[in-house]
């Protein structure tokens, strides 16, 4: 059977019974003995047989598959797609992945998986624009993970970005620092949301300045981000909070090469929490993403509609928490004035 899709009806001949009762023993209903069921299970084992799940669905009227959106390379995204995988198999669901890369938009992703047949839809971070959105809310239950939207047929399950940058800002005033620089995520989901934080919390300080430089995503947006704190010049801020954790890791790259240290230099705290920014040598300060609540909310949002448990788009807002490391210090330590 080497290089073939072994079928249902070669199990059939293997057992030396019929397709109809292998389909009865996969099935897992009456009809079939139990030595029968003992002869069809050892001949599938000796094949290497595996069901069609997906057209056992497909003949039950419902697939019981949900898709899946998100961007390729980001790494929150990819701790994301581990809970929403545990959450999707404890309730009977079936996920189906499409990646959204530099050369693949999110409408691109989001076809793939209508084409599978998907009941219900999780947009990670998408960038659809309201317009699509409200057609596809429209059409089936869709939840938007991580991006807040206004658009009433979609569910929204999302951080609370504006508290996560306000406990940065919080964390580093409370060490002494009064110049803070935001490493900004410009259009990102959730950025303007971040933004907002940062400026809340220096408000709660009025001699702090506001000093917002072009971030991004990625390492490379960080360490673009790096040059231009670099360019300030020794009055530089005394302390960073970067949209995400990748931001930080680049511009901590940077700055460390051109002799700053970090944290007596530059205190510098990222947003995430993703595995690299606990390794030893990065022991980055973070706001930490709750990526199993996150998930498991997802899950319960578009699955509840699906089963009938309720019929109206819902949500939820999931706090953050600081997790300090040593990436952070007190102003004192840096050796400058305040």
Do not use: K
């Not at 949900?66 to 701790?79: D, I, K, Q, S, Y």
């Not at 009025?206 to 010049?233: H, I, K, N, S």
């Amino acid at each position: 059977m080497t290089g073939t899709r072994v079928t249902m009806e070669d199990v059939a001949a293997r057992a030396g019974v019929s397709r109809a009762l292998v389909s009865i023993v996969f099935r897992g209903v009456a009809g079939a003995s139990d030595e029968t069921r003992a002869r069809v299970l050892e001949a599938a084992r000796e094949l290497d047989y595996r069901p069609d799940t997906r057209a056992s669905r497909l003949g039950r009227g419902r697939t019981r598959m949900l898709g899946v959106t998100f961007a390729v390379g980001h790494a929150f995204h990819g701790e994301l797609l581990g809970s929403l995988y545990t959450e999707a198999d404890a309730a009977g669901y079936e996920v189906v992945l499409s990646g959204v890369t530099p050369d693949r938009d999110d409408r691109a992703a989001v076809d793939t998986l209508l084409a599978e047949r998907c009941e219900g839809l999780v947009l990670v971070g998408s960038g659809l624009g309201s317009a699509d959105l409200r057609r596809l809310g429209d059409r089936m239950p869709v939840v938007s993970l991580l991006r807040p939207v206004r658009v009433a047929s979609v569910d929204v399950v999302r951080t609370d970005d504006a508290l996560g940058l306000r406990l940065a800002v919080e964390h580093l005033r409370g060490l002494g620092h009064r110049r803070i620089a935001l490493l900004d995520g410009g259009r990102a989901p959730g950025a303007a949301e971040r933004r907002q934080g940062y400026r809340r919390g220096l408000r709660a300080a009025p001699a702090a300045d506001e000093v917002v430089l072009d971030g991004g995503l990625t390492e490379l947006d960080g360490a673009r981000a790096a040059r231009a704190f670099l360019d300030l010049g020794p009055d530089h801020p005394t302390a960073v909070a970067a949209f995400n954790d990748r931001c930080a890791l680049g511009f901590v790259d940077v700055v460390r090469q051109a002799g700053l240290r970090v944290p007596e230099d530059v205190s510098v705290v990222g947003f995430d929490d993703i595995e690299q920014a606990a390794y030893p040598h990065v022991s980055l300060t973070t706001v930490r993403q709750d990526a199993a609540r996150l998930g498991a909310e997802a899950v319960r949002a578009v699955t509840a509609r699906l089963d009938g448990a309720v019929s109206r788009p819902a949500g939820a807002v999931i706090e953050p928490e600081l997790v300090v490391r040593t990436s952070t210090t007190t102003h004192a330590r840096a050796g400058r004035s305040a």
